[in-house]
């Protein structure tokens, strides 16, 4: 059974970094897709970095060079992290890991975590 657990959310002040961990498990092996998405009130979820089966990531415009993703693992547990630097009121959403098996550039994100708040106080 597929199980993503989420930690690392909160609140900080504009200029902050916070780092948000999503540990995968159940997988039958470690060349899974795993991503973070976010979803603030009244808008629609948007990718936010996303990690694919062979390791390459991309990251929205809108959070690169403040945010970085990474992972480590084996096949029993992967974990994702997304290292939030210089933190802006508009980063405030829900924070969603999702995570997939497949190959890389075809890996649906079929599994999601339970979501952490994050909050950025101007």
């Known amino acids: 059974q597929v199980q993503l657990v989420e930690s690392g959310g909160g609140s900080v002040q504009a200029g902050g970094s916070l780092r948000l961990s999503c540990t995968a498990s159940?997988?039958?092996?470690?060349?899974?897709?795993m991503g973070w998405f976010r979803q603030a009130p009244g808008k629609g979820r948007e990718g936010v970095a996303l990690?694919?089966?062979?390791?390459?990531?991309?990251?929205a415009d809108s959070v690169k060079g403040r945010f970085t993703i990474s992972r480590s693992g084996d096949s029993a547990e992967t974990t994702l992290y997304l290292q939030m630097n210089n933190l802006k009121p508009e980063d405030s959403a829900t924070y969603y890991c999702?995570?997939?098996?497949?190959?890389?550039?075809?890996?649906?994100?079929?599994?999601w975590g339970q979501g952490t708040q994050v909050t950025v106080s101007s």
């Open positions: 999702a995570a997939g098996a497949g190959v890389p550039r075809n890996c649906p994100y079929l599994n």
């Open positions: 159940g997988y039958a092996s470690s060349r899974i897709c």
């Open positions: 990690s694919d089966v062979d390791g390459v990531t991309t990251t």
